[in-house]
């Protein structure tokens, strides 16, 4: 024996080695005796186990029992490093070694690194109970508090064996948690025996105990809940094993007259028995206990029955289960009891497991559920939780459940209950990326390891990091960290949070997830042999064509084409659910020729289900919205959130055209090609709206009608500067612009022009000549720059309703027109100024204009009846004139009986009788004024609903044309393709386009009934 001079011993001496009270250590080191002072060894030992301080003290401990450990520690190192590791490390094994010393020769000699199989595990446990263990069903020698508290030292002395090689590193984590899974097998089996020994008629049953959570995936940590599931049935009669046949014949009650128990009586048994194998473990004995067997997650939790027959098992789940209870099938294994009944339970719900993806709402019910599961992390524990918290062991764990729940159902390799096993099958067929992987497991195995070495502390259920230094220097130096051990364990532990829950975040919630979870096998990946007919199959057209345009968009090595290659499996099935596949698959692939570089584009495709699904729609539905996209690419971001496609409010556009066309102060071409990108992107916002059924016909107009009256208010800025600029002179006039029409009645449809008046007031001083130049010279540049060719739907100009039409002046003062109202207006004027509202310009000669009008369109006695048979007169001369050659009056929305027209007429034929006394009538809208109608008792409620439901329908069918085709027409189409893909606009199915048309027809015919009666009879 090699001693060195007493002086090195000193608490000094030992506080610099590594010890937190050097004093304490020199007593607790001259306690041993003066071999054990001067041991260079022993001193070394220590000093390298994790707390040199717990583990003298517990060495002390057990020296008093056992003087021999000593001099045993001397002639064996390998036991002096395995016993001291797991004294530095662990307080309650330190007090158990102490209470039971013998039980450190199980760190001795060959015996200290043989691994045990899980038959031996059980053999010991059930002889620690008295129990043989060559006994299929085998019963304790009795269930009193002597054998209960054998079970616990034995069980603790084979938790003193692993926990040795643990943290000695001769057993790596998988091997640690396989083993403390199979202890806790045979702990529940030798508790079982102890059950068994209360239950006389226990052999009339079969009980299977199957493993959830951890202890069926064979990755229990030290001390945890150990979750089960029992599952009974009937023993034939004869004691012999039952097979299912029999099992069935029990359950059915067949074999009870041969002395076999039925179904409910052997479940009172098998109850009976699962009860006392739960006291067994978890009873409280002078050797404390083992932990709590949880059989919550059995059907219908804590207040379902205990145990349940396989049949009532597989009742429940086929017809009651939730998303959840199949993810935690996902880990059940056969852990005690009968083995062969336990594998039948799990083979049988196995098949209910790998197709619970395909459940309706599967992934956001499995999302919903890692949120609650966070939600119950108490707020004083946050971030220090390494199981529940942010970054924890579950983030990883919820992540690949999903993972393998997701593609396993097509994919057996997946298969797998333990996590890391799992993340590797998952890395090896590419559904997880390896470097993601590599992060994942270097985070569970890090993650896993501290928390086995907070719970060997005290053999205690925590996943709580602690706070104090000392606690956090006695894991860093568990870890190995030995320069910096808070420092450098506190820096692992938040970066290997960080990264799980990065990637938790990146794989959990990746939303395509949703998608792939519904597609059938042959969708599951693109297969080039096979694609053309699948394409057929889903509808695309031209098969060949779409073909090229996948290989265009996947070939390549490039993170784009990789990127490509995940969207399109599930893309291709959306945009076979568009109306038109090949026109979705052909813009998409011109939309992502556009932004395929940008980084931000697949990355928000790929990570954003709502935006994938949306614009797969949007491009499968509308080539009006297409080509939109096509020009303004950068709008697909706001396809994520539905919010994002409320209409804008005016002041915010304006405020934001105005912006831009500051920009372009000397540039009147530019700053207008700006305002009409805006427009652009407004047009794309409520094209998308509407598709999306987030707005109804109402608010489309509405919309539509306030973006062009800010298109037309910036441009005419723009123009009034450019004809300044030109005169140089101020404009020496006031100028308006008057909305009429669609767009005075806030009802823009996509192809609408604008129709408008235009009315200037000339400024004190100014020669009226001069001013009516520059108001004429102003409505021209409006209308030039407006109409300049762009990449974009046009906005016209229409002024074709002001007086004296096309033969008279573009613009006039307000003076000229009231001459002319006064002297010329006709009945169809006063129509026509019952949709005259301000739009642009100088507001307040915008109201002296319309303060004009309101005499001609609200006649304080009504219209005298002279004007109403006019009005009637020239409403039949337009349908008889004005309806298209060759169109079908029953299909035209317009002009067609019972269409748009129709109502209309009706609406403004009662304003022009009734508005004059009866303010409520004084609106521009059409479908308001039927209501104020209806409340001034002029029209009866039920036509009012007819009518306004020919008017949304017509209006509506306008809309989807333009959206489908691309271009405006009044007429629903003759041909039967094109019908098809507007009635799918419309939310009609696959094969309701002949349902539309009928609709149609059977909704204006009804409002022409309504037309006939009240605007032709008085």
Known sequence: MTTVPRIQTTAGRLARLGFADGAGAERLLDGLGPEAAGDVGLLESLVATADPDLALASLSRLAERDPGVLGALRRDPALRTRLLGVLGVSAALGDHVARHPDHRRLLEGERATARPTGEELRAELLLAVGADPGDPEPRAADAS???????????????????????????????VTAELSALAGAALEAGLAVARSEQ???????????????CGARELNYISDVDVIFVAEPRRTGGGIASGDAVGEAASGTGAGNGAVDDTRAVQI???????????CSATTPEGALWEVDAALRPEGKAGPLVRTLASHQAYYRRWAKTWEFQALLKARPVAGDMELGGRYVDVMNEMVWQAATRENFVEDVQAMRRRVEAHVRAEEGERQIKLGPGGLRDVEFAVQLLQLVHGRLDPLLRRRATLPALAALSRGGYIGREDARALAEAYTFLRRVEHLIQLHRLRRTHVVPEGEDELRRLGRGLGMTADPVGEFTARWRRHALEARRLHEKLFYRPLLQAVARLPESEDRLSAAAAQARLEALGYADPAGALRHIAALTTGVSRRAAIQRTLLPVMLGWFADAPDPDAGLLGFRQVSDKLGATPWYLRLLRDETAVASRLAHVLGTSRYVTGLLLHAPEAVAMLGSDTELDPRRPESLLAEIRATVARHPEHAEVAVAAVRALRRRELFRTAVADLARHIDIERVGQALSTLNDVTVQ???????????????????????????GRLGGVECSYGSD?????????????????????????????RRLLALPAPDPPLTI?????????????????????????RWSSPWESQALLRARFCAGDAA??????????????????????????????????????????????????????????????????????????????????????????AEDLLDPADEDVLADAWRFASRIRDAIVLVRGRASDSIPKDVRERALIARALGYPPDGSEDFVDDYRRVTRRARQVVERVFYED
Do not use: C
């Open 200 to 214: 006389p008629e226990s052999g009339a049953v079969r009980l299977a105990v199957i493993g959830m959570g951890k």
């Open 714 to 740: 910036a441009a005419l800025e723009v123009a009034i500067a450019k004809v300044e600029m030109e005169r140089r002179t101020p404009l020496g006039t006031r100028f308006a612009v008057i909305a009429m």
């Open 145 to 175: 508090t002597a054998i209960l508290s054998a079970l616990r030292v034995a069980y603790r002395g084979r938790l003193l064996h692993l926990a040795a090689r643990d943290v000695t590193g001769e057993a790596a984590l998988a091997e």
């Open 270 to 280: 098998a109850t009976r028995l699962a009860q006392g194998m739960m006291r067994a």
């Open 798 to 822: 229409d002024p074709d309703l002001r007086p004296e039409g096309r033969q008279g002046p573009l613009v006039r003062t307000l003076a000229s027109y009231a001459a002319y109202y006064a």
């Open 754 to 782: 604008a129709d408008v008046m235009f009315v200037h007031a000339p400024l004190p001083g100014v020669p009226e000549k001069d001013a009516a130049d520059a108001a004429h010279a102003v409505a021209n540049e409006l």
């Open 845 to 934: 000669l915008g109201a002296e204009l319309l303060a004009l009008a309101d005499p001609l369109r609200y006649p304080a006695g009504g219209v005298p009846d002279e004007a109403v048979l006019q009005v009637r007169k020239l409403k039949a001369r337009m349908e008889a004139e004005r309806l298209p050659r060759g169109a079908d009056p029953a299909l035209h929305t317009k002009l067609g009986r019972g269409g748009l027209s129709d109502v209309e007429w009706v609406a403004q034929l009662i304003q022009l009788r009734h508005a004059g006394r009866l303010p409520s009538l004084r609106t521009t809208r059409t479908l308001e004024a039927l209501r104020a109608a209806v």
